[in-house]
């Protein structure tokens, strides 16, 4: 069974950091893009960074310079580290994979999608 699992929410003061991570399980994550999202209380869901199976990561303007994504292939895991944290940053964030390996912040492309962290961020 193809599964994406984040983890690492949870409660961060403004200017504060949380690391989230991106495991799967039952395929190679590193053949995949990824993508993480976030969805915050009465908005829609938005794209902030995306990191392709090959090249460079790329990030949404709201969180470009705060915001880092890696690949740990030995884990089998993306990570996000989230800096200087806003309580505008607050909402859940997924990770989704991309089959065809690219890099992109629409959520359409994405295939397979993680359940979700809570991220709350207070000001």
């Known amino acids: 069974q193809l599964q994406l699992v984040e983890s690492g929410g949870g409660l961060a003061q403004a200017g504060g950091s949380l690391r989230l991570s991106c495991a799967a399980s039952?395929?190679?994550?590193?053949?995949?893009?990824v993508g993480w999202f976030r969805q915050a209380p009465g908005k829609e869901r938005e794209g902030i960074s995306y990191?392709?199976?090959?090249?460079?990561?790329g990030y949404a303007e709201p969180v470009n310079g705060r915001f880092t994504a890696y690949r740990d292939a030995a884990r089998n895991m993306v990570i996000l580290d989230t800096n200087s944290l806003k309580f505008d940053d607050t909402g859940i964030y997924y990770c989704a994979a991309d089959a065809s390996g690219g890099g992109t912040l629409s959520a359409s492309e994405y295939d397979l999608w993680g359940q979700g962290t809570q991220v709350t961020v207070s000001s």
């Open positions: 039952g395929f190679k994550l590193d053949s995949y893009g």
């Open positions: 990191i392709p199976s090959a090249g460079f990561p």
